[in-house]
């Protein structure tokens, strides 16, 4: 696996530890939430490549689970999320670790309170879900 892409999950890693300790989000990682929203609007994006990139990525994240987009919007940065390359064997690993990995609490709290932008992005990409929790794992856990 590529150095960037061990990095990021290994970062992502290190804050899904840190979510599963807390019960509510500090300010700053909310804001970093919306930004990853902005990101996936893409109407501020223009020639920028990092920023593409990285709204492919989360764009592909998005689609397959809201709670691993929150997670990577809180535990990345812009610059990581546009360094990955080989994005579809990238994707496929951290699939595959997200369904290994205990899942925070408090990121299915903050998808109930996103739910009206995430219903959004979900009726223009296309995407069902229940209120951003990705269909197919909507029942696990249970």
Known sequence: MDPKAKKF???IEEERLTL???SYLPAEKVAFIDIAFQLLDGSQIKRNYVKKRARALL????????ELFFLCGIGTNLTDQGAISGTSTFLEDLFRWWEKATHPPILTTYCQKFSLKIKRLDDRFGRKSIYGINQRNANKGQ
């Open 20 to 22: 599963c300790a807390i």
């Open 59 to 66: 764009l592909e994240i998005y689609r397959e689970s809201i």
């Open 9 to 11: 999950i290994a970062d």
